[in-house]
């Protein structure tokens, strides 16, 4: 169900651009470099790079962002999203078994084929079972044939109930099931299992590491924070900023203007970079200083009596950018990478599952256990070099912690591969990403939550259905063996009762579907995508 549910996302049919004349063909049919027309409405059917046109796109199946992203020439578009207003013209770049949909059924496809830990223990005491009813039947046979001296359809019948009410099925289904219908929930949730080991041992995690940017913050810088001198007002500030800043390209300044977005800015003249420090102009006549703390100590600037705030802003980890006119200093601009609004309440849901939560970065530790203490976080590991980050994951594993590692996919790959389950986030289109176990569609770290929760719940199923399957037969060998002779039943009602066992595992593990979990919903795939991420750490 939750293949074909996936796969029913992609159109059945694509319009094309060849030689000049519009056809539409079966979406399978499409090539490497066809040009792709789509209209509002339409679905797009193979992933690829938009040549043409402007337009908003329902991306909620893949990345679980409610809000319709713009696409312009040069963006890409993934394929089974839906275009809402524009019209695109659009070159093929992915097709067939290359599109991320195809790559998300592929991953679920081998999930849940493979086998966790727990099955094949199961399939083991199957085996033995087997050999166990055989015995068991035998030694009913002797004894109430030979030892008893009893009629030979009495011992007959017995044995048989024996051989027929053994139920190894229910012992091989316990595992299989439950993982069948983890993986395809998770699916549905944008929470892609590799494997079913991954789905069992995310279940054993006591302690969850999060790399900082990009995963529990937003990976881009924006204004958090002005103060202003004596006599001036915040619209001024940000007017002499966002008109010195509009001729910059760097990200700093692209965060001044959209907190400046707006305001009226003024043309500038003589604007130049000051390597390392910042940027010069002239506004008005005046000479306009945007930077550092050395960039106003070069030139003499009369800081206003913003020192204090200054030291005390760059203590808190924030980027400042003093602004000076005139030679005179008219505030301070405070610059962070903003947290991503579910990562307090990731934190906040991990910690009432008993998961410790670390943050890795390279980052300085002030800006680091700034972040920390925002969303609080309970191991700060800063100032990390790439080439360490994995170093720092068997530390805590050498410490006796099942570590999870939550990382981009990319360069976090060492660490996701040393951790007991790496969780790749971001993935966008690569969701093959090889160093992870499970792919976090949705780029949430809420998914995190999700993904454990669902861990959990599967191997509870997975052990409800194990011991289900060791009682029944327990219970039933000596009842068919005739141990309560004259009570006894019949081969019929053996192989309704065999039958019933193998069912009520089955059962069991469909239950799994219908099992309130905080971050997983029930749905279709889009459905699920299209939900509000939650905001809160309750569920």
């Known amino acids: 169900?939750?293949?074909?549910?996936?796969?029913?996302?992609?159109?059945?049919?694509?319009?094309?651009?060849?030689?000049?004349?519009?056809?539409?063909?079966?979406?399978?049919?499409?090539?490497?470099?066809?040009?792709?027309?789509?209209?509002?409405?339409?679905?797009?059917?193979?992933?690829?790079?938009?040549?043409?046109?402007?337009s908003q796109v329902d991306e909620s199946m893949l990345t679980g962002e409610s809000m319709p992203v713009g696409k312009k020439p040069g963006d890409v578009v993934i394929g089974a999203t839906i275009n809402k207003s524009g019209s695109l013209r659009y070159r093929a770049t992915k097709v067939g078994a290359d599109t991320a949909l195809a790559q998300?059924?592929?991953l679920v496809q081998e999930a849940q084929n493979s086998k966790a830990p727990a099955q094949l223990l199961a399939d083991r005491a199957s085996q033995w079972l087997v050999v166990i009813a055989v015995l068991i039947g035998v030694a009913t046979f002797v004894a109430w044939y030979v030892v008893l001296g009893q009629p030979l359809l009495l011992a007959l019948a017995l044995t048989i109930t024996v051989f027929v009410i053994a139920?190894?099925?229910?012992?091989?289904?316990?595992?299989?099931?439950?993982?069948?219908?983890?993986?395809?929930?998770?699916?549905?949730?944008?929470?892609?299992?590799?494997?079913?080991?991954?789905?069992?041992?995310a279940a054993q995690l006591?302690?969850?590491?999060?790399?900082?940017?990009?995963?529990?913050?937003?990976?881009?810088?924006?204004?958090?924070?002005?103060?202003?001198?004596?006599g001036i007002a915040e619209d001024e500030l940000l007017k002499t900023a966002g008109a010195v800043e509009k001729l910059s390209e760097h990200p700093l300044a692209l965060a001044i203007l959209k907190h400046a977005q707006g305001l009226q800015?003024?043309?500038?003249?003589?604007?130049?970079?000051?390597?390392?420090?910042?940027?010069?102009?002239?506004?008005?006549?005046d000479v306009v200083l945007l930077g550092n703390d050395k960039l106003m100590a070069l030139d003499k600037i009369d800081m206003n009596g913003l020192e204090v705030d200054s030291q005390r802003l760059q203590g808190q980890g924030r980027t400042v950018v003093h602004v000076a006119r005139a030679g005179r200093l008219m505030g301070l601009v405070a610059i962070a990478d903003a947290v991503r609004p579910t990562s307090a309440p990731t934190v906040a849901a991990l910690h009432a599952r008993g998961v410790q939560v670390a943050m890795l970065t390279g980052d300085n530790r002030p800006t680091a256990e700034r972040i920390a203490r925002e969303i609080g976080i309970d191991i700060v590991l800063a100032d990390v070099l790439p080439g360490d980050k994995a170093a720092k994951i068997r530390e805590l594993q050498g410490q006796g912690k099942r570590v999870g590692m939550v990382g981009d996919g990319i360069n976090?790959?060492?660490?996701?591969?040393?951790?007991?389950?790496?969780?790749?986030?971001?993935?966008?289109?690569?969701?093959?990403?090889?160093?992870?176990d499970v792919v976090l569609m949705k780029s949430d770290p809420f998914d995190v939550v999700g993904a454990i929760e669902l861990s959990r719940a599967t191997l509870r199923k997975m052990h409800q259905n194990l011991w289900w399957a060791v009682a029944y037969n327990v219970i039933?060998?000596?009842?068919?063996?005739?141990?309560?002779?004259?009570?006894?039943i019949s081969p019929e009602v053996a192989a309704l009762a065999m039958s019933g066992s193998s069912a009520l595992v089955a059962v069991n593990a469909l239950m799994l579907k219908r099992t309130?979990?905080?971050?997983?919903?029930?749905?279709?795939?889009?459905?699920?995508?299209?939900?509000?991420r939650p905001a809160t750490a309750q569920g």
């Open 476 to 488: 039933a060998f000596p009842v068919a063996a005739g141990l309560f002779y004259p009570f006894t």
């Open 412 to 436: 976090d790959a060492p660490a996701l591969t040393q951790a007991d389950v790496g969780f790749a986030i971001g993935a966008g289109t690569d969701v093959a990403i090889e160093s992870a």
């Open 516 to 532: 309130r979990l905080t971050g997983i919903r029930v749905g279709s795939a889009t459905d699920a995508a299209m939900q509000p």
């Open 265 to 285: 800015l003024d043309a500038v003249q003589g604007f130049g970079n000051v390597d390392g420090m910042g940027a010069r102009a002239e506004l008005g006549g």
């Open 167 to 201: 139920c190894p099925d229910a012992l091989g289904l316990a595992t299989p099931m439950a993982v069948m219908v983890g993986t395809g929930l998770g699916a549905m949730n944008g929470i892609l299992f590799k494997n079913a080991s991954a789905l069992e041992d």
């Open 104 to 106: 998300i059924v592929k």
């Open 206 to 230: 006591n302690v969850v590491v999060f790399d900082k940017t990009g995963t529990l913050t937003q990976g881009r810088p924006e204004v958090v924070d002005l103060v202003l001198a004596a």
């Open 1 to 54: 169900e939750a293949i074909r549910t996936l796969m029913n996302l992609t159109p059945p049919k694509a319009t094309l651009l060849r030689n000049g004349t519009e056809i539409t063909v079966a979406t399978s049919a499409v090539l490497l470099g066809d040009v792709v027309l789509i209209r509002p409405g339409d679905k797009i059917p193979v992933d690829g790079e938009v040549l043409e046109g402007a």
